[in-house]
């Protein structure tokens, strides 16, 4: 794996594709490898021209006469690139999970599920594979689907050579250092230290005509933080609440306003922007509702001249031609149309699929000036403007209101900007309410990108067809995902270290057990397993709320950490950071020890004996005692003594900072310091074995079994360490040493072995538990060979262990197609909802019967050990469709469905195409089990949802 930066060093043809600009350093850079046929990892910021590298590939190979795979982690942006790479190179197709044009394409563009799908199955396209793209692979980073980049990766060929395309992150080398390991290749690094069109980063605090030039620069192009500009912010905002409160009283105004205020915020941005020739603009709104109340509030702006309204009316009215009439009429398509004449867009998962192509065509035409969009909009789509605006800096994320992160920020910023239009993009933050910390606007404008991070996990499916094929154990997925990387990319020195050790441990001179020596073997076990049983005792007590509470100021307490080898300290001080308690002790030492720690090694005894074992054998300084404050965390802290000093804690602290000043560093400590000292040498002298210790079930309540037990166990260890022969040989010392240095090399190999070993595998515990209850199900059998069951779940894309029960429960077959398409709609919905009470009485009887099986199903997975409970699995289903999909299965026309829920259009589409897909899943399993009628029943129920609007045909195809 290498990185790549450097000024190219010899001409590049680049006749295979013809540009009407120069391009770029790392452009040429990625080429030359391409024709080199290497692996190339570009991280590049938004909007530097990354398609440039994807476009020389397919070149490439169409050239060579192979193929080449694009993948994209979403459907619309496979759409666009389907049409552009189309325009470009002809021979181009296309397959999503509801599309498949020109299958036999020498480049084709897919999402990746489809790919996974290929990989799993061994179809012949692999064979012919030379490239294949990953685009936008900060994709990987997302907690659902991110283990699909992985399986692919893991799975791909080694013939194929690989793109990968991103945002800039700062891992980047690391995850192409994992990708050059999984495929015993380099993979060149090459990204861009720059955008190609610099941003300005602005705070808006206008609300009125008279305030819409309260625009106040806060990061420059240079990358430079304004505070000036941050403070005249302030400052603006201040003088407006004071007359607000002047003039309606004290009370503020809301953070974020309702419509008329935004209509207020806005209405005075967008007259400033157009006064200052920086439309188009895009602005980030993280609500769908939101959205659509913004753009709505706006219908008295009008943006477009006359010949712009006969463009965009021309093109609604090409577009919408292919609705049937009723669809034409939709109040969303009405609206839309209305907002598209007055220059006004809405792009969010909410809006119908054709109207945000329609939108997002427009927009890229200039036509649209002013897009109010979700987060979606930012992911991959090209389409930049020449301002982007955030309505706010805060969202929820799904389960908490949160601040924006660095990597969110970047990405939605990096659409202002156009290449070749634009000097330079602005990005406006409003600031409605109050303007947002100093720290807080820093950290989201400068902060470091979020890492590419593993999101590897095990789903049924996988193992399912893992343990299918010969090619790749489940074992061998985990141990290559980026997860495991950390840990694994040092298995070569690992096995080095095994070998070297292997070599010395048969050169050591075997050590003499005969006579008094025969319990030499038992005398070292008893004295490690002693040490485990105490650290073990030790852990808990420090983890229980009684165990914390007794480490107070005053308490006395032994230390043992690298510095101090079970010195007395007494604690001074109790804070906590963010991951545990810190403890500011006070702790006897050595002159010498007080002047350089690193001077003196711990006082370790080289062989122990039994009252070493036993006791603590406290530290006592050889010279002149002196002592060190220290901040210690609770692992330092070996045992709590029932003894508490009277001290002054903060006064010896300051006592202590201030003589490791030099001008005070010959001062005398106070009182304070030396009674203390004092009483810990005192304390030191009369228990050279350590003062009496809080005994964890009597004085600290500790009822834990571990901890009961291990206090007998430790017990019963004292009594035969005292009892060992061995110590009384004369030979003890010579032949302990002998037989210590054997098993600690003994001991380093076994933790080697076990780290280059399928048993340190994080999942592997999750793998055994999931195997099982695939076993209790009927998928395997006991030596893991997959059975018919399980070969019908691997024909599943989702919900697998549900949607095979059911078939095997015989649910679905006495049910009609379209009351099979309603009740499987509760496993593709994303919105939550209830089925309400207007169902008949075969849907409601569906509901349940599904609800039963997957509680089942929940029961199994609990009883082998999965951590997810039986509510949490039956709560993935989501039943509020079952109306809705039950009449559009029935023929009602989409503009009747509006009226069964308040759930957006688009997501009610989303749910249907899904649910298409999942019946196609189903007719396929059918046949498998040679079930002809339920195959029938799901083939008709698929064809009742694809229709009319649901379906339309993506514009990008046509």
């Not at 050239?63 to 982690?73: A, E, L, N, V």
């Not at 800096?393 to 908490?400: A, L």
């Not at 049983?533 to 229980?544: A, C, G, L, V, Y």
């Not at 001074?572 to 001077?599: A, G, H, M, W, Y």
């Amino acid at each position: 794996m290498s990185m790549s930066r450097s000024p190219l060093l010899q001409p590049i043809n680049f006749s295979l594709s013809q540009w009407a600009f120069e391009p770029d350093v790392f452009q040429k850079q990625a080429i030359l490898h391409l024709e080199q046929h290497d692996s190339v990892f570009v991280a590049a910021h938004t909007s530097a021209g990354k398609t440039v590298v994807a476009e020389y590939a397919i070149a490439l190979a169409q050239k060579h006469m192979t193929r080449t795979i694009y993948t994209s982690p979403i459907k619309a942006l496979s759409n666009q690139k389907f049409r552009d790479f189309r325009n470009t190179f002809g021979d181009v197709g296309l397959l999503t999970g509801d599309v498949q044009l020109h299958p036999e394409a020498s480049c084709l563009i897919m999402t990746t599920e489809i790919l996974r799908s290929m990989l799993y199955s061994g179809s012949d396209v692999i064979r012919d594979l030379e490239w294949v793209i990953f685009d936008e692979v900060h994709y990987i980073n997302d907690a659902e689907r991110g283990v699909v980049w992985e399986e692919v990766l893991i799975m791909l060929p080694d013939h194929v050579s690989i793109i990968l395309l991103s945002a800039t992150v700062p891992n980047a080398l690391e995850f192409a250092d994992w990708i050059g390991r999984l495929k015993r290749r380099q993979i060149y690094v090459i990204s861009t230290v720059s955008r190609p069109v610099p941003l300005e980063h602005y705070l808006f605090t206008g609300n009125s005509p008279k305030t819409q030039g309260e625009l106040f620069l806060l990061l420059d192009s240079r990358g430079a933080f304004h505070t000036k500009g941050y403070y005249a912010a302030v400052e603006a905002k201040k003088e407006r609440m004071s007359k607000h409160a002047q003039t309606f009283g004290a009370k503020q105004p809301t953070h974020q306003g309702g419509p008329a205020q935004d209509r207020g915020v806005y209405l005075s941005l967008l007259a400033s922007l157009r006064a200052r020739a920086q439309l188009p603009v895009v602005v980030f709104t993280f609500s769908r509702g939101r959205c659509d109340e913004q753009a709505s509030g706006l219908t008295s702006l009008d943006l477009t001249t006359s010949s712009e309204k006969s463009e965009i009316h021309l093109f609604l009215q090409r577009c919408l031609a292919r609705l049937r009439g009723s669809d034409r009429q939709l109040p969303q398509v009405l609206h839309m149309s209305e907002l598209l004449h007055r220059g006004l867009g809405v792009h969010h998962s909410g809006i119908l699929p054709i109207l945000k192509e329609i939108v997002e065509m427009l927009f890229s035409r200039g036509l649209v000036k002013v897009l109010f969009a979700t987060e979606t909009f930012a992911m991959g789509v090209n389409m930049p403007a020449r301002t982007v605006v955030f309505d706010s800096m805060r969202k929820h994320d799904g389960s908490t209101f949160r601040d924006l992160l660095p990597g969110e920020y970047v990405q939605m910023a990096g659409r202002a900007g156009r290449r070749g239009l634009d000097p330079t993009g602005t990005v406006i933050l409003l600031c409605k309410g109050r303007v947002p910390e100093m720290a807080d606007l820093h950290r989201m404008m400068m902060g470091k990108p979020s890492q590419l991070q593993s999101q590897f996990r095990l789903t049924y499916t996988m193992i399912l067809n893992l343990l299918r094929v010969d090619a790749l154990r489940v074992e061998d997925m985990m141990k290559r995902s980026f997860s495991e990387f950390p840990s694994r990319k040092d298995s070569k020195a690992h096995e080095q270290a095994l070998a070297e050790l292997t070599k010395r441990l048969g050169a050591l001179e075997e050590p003499d057990m005969t006579g008094q020596l025969v319990d030499l073997p038992e005398y070292y076990s008893w004295g490690e397993e002693l040490t485990e049983t105490r650290n073990m005792i030790q852990q808990r007590i420090i983890e229980s709320v009684n165990g914390l509470k007794s480490l107070s100021t005053g308490r006395v307490v032994v230390v043992k950490n690298r510095e101090h080898h079970n010195a007395l300290g007494v604690i001074l001080q109790v804070s906590s950071n963010s991951t545990s308690r810190i403890f500011t002790i006070l702790v006897l030492c050595d002159k010498l020890v007080s002047e350089d720690p690193q001077d003196k090694d711990p006082d370790t005894p080289d062989v122990p004996h039994p009252d070493d074992l036993v006791g603590f054998k406290l530290f006592l300084p050889e010279g002149p005692c002196d002592h060190t404050v220290a901040k210690l965390q609770p692992g330092d802290v070996a045992a709590i003594t029932t003894k508490v000093l009277r001290v002054n804690g903060e006064k010896i602290l300051e006592d202590f900072s201030k003589r490791q000043q030099p001008k005070f560093r010959k001062d005398p400590p106070l009182a304070a310091v030396t009674t203390a000292v004092q009483e810990l040498l005192r304390l030191a002298q009369a228990y050279p074995a350590g003062p009496p210790t809080l005994d964890p079930v009597n004085d600290l309540q500790l009822k834990d079994v571990s901890v009961v037990e291990g206090g007998l166990r430790a017990r019963k260890l004292e009594e035969l360490i005292r009892g060992a022969q061995c110590v009384h040989s004369p030979r003890f010392s010579a032949q302990y040493l002998k037989l210590r240095e054997r098993m600690q090399i003994q001991k380093e190999m076994e933790r080697l072995r076990f780290l280059l070993s399928d048993q340190s595998l994080l999942l592997l515990p999750e793998y055994h538990q999931r195997v099982e209850v695939l076993r209790t199900l009927g998928y395997v059998d006991q030596a893991g060979t997959v059975k018919l069951a399980g070969r019908v779940a691997c024909a599943m894309s989702s919900h697998e262990l549900l949607l095979t029960e059911l078939m095997f429960d015989n649910a679905l077959s006495a049910l009609r197609p379209e009351e099979i398409a309603a009740l499987l709609s509760g496993l593709v919905c994303q919105s939550p909802g209830d089925p309400g009470d207007q169902l008949p009485s075969t849907l409601k009887q569906g509901v349940e019967r599904i609800r039963a099986v997957a509680k089942r199903i929940g029961e199994v997975q609990v009883a082998c050990g999965l951590n997810q409970t039986v509510e949490e699995f039956v709560g993935e289903l989501n039943f509020g469709l079952v109306e809705v999909v039950y009449e559009w299965a029935r023929g009602m026309p989409f503009s009747e469905l509006a009226g069964l829920s308040g759930t957006p259009e688009g997501l009610v589409v989303r749910c249907i195409q899904r649910l298409a897909e999942m019946c196609r899943s189903l007719r396929g399993a059918a046949r498998l089990v040679g079930e002809p009628v339920l195959g029938a029943k799901m083939e008709t129920a698929a064809t009742l949802l694809r229709r009319d609007i649901v379906f339309a045909a993506s514009l990008y195809t046509q």
